[in-house]
């Protein structure tokens, strides 16, 4: 359950960041490409907090944390690139 409220921040996070994107950029789609290309190094950064909660706090070894950390970046960080992706041509 953890795992799935974490994802589900950091898809709030990713909302957060194409939300300023729009509001601070110039309004275009190019604006939520680069929304997008800033939230995947902090969403990095957000999991790796968590994982390292996870070994200090919770007691996990880093083998046991390193896929929860792989499954936990990966899918916002994939649909962050798909923005990127598609706004960014």
Do not use: C, Q
Not at 18 to 34: F, I, T
Request: positive net charge; glycine residues 14%.
């Amino acid at each position: 359950m953890h795992t799935i409220m974490v994802m589900g921040g950091g898809f709030v996070l990713l909302a957060v960041f194409l939300l300023a994107g729009r509001l601070l950029g110039d309004g275009s789609s190019a604006a939520l490409a680069v929304a997008a290309r800033w939230f995947i190094p902090a969403w990095f950064a957000g999991a790796g907090i968590n994982m390292a909660v996870g070994v200090i706090k919770a007691g996990y070894s880093v083998a046991e944390e390193l896929p929860i950390f792989l499954l936990i970046f990966a899918v916002p960080a994939v649909a962050a690139g798909l923005v990127w992706w598609k706004f960014g041509r």
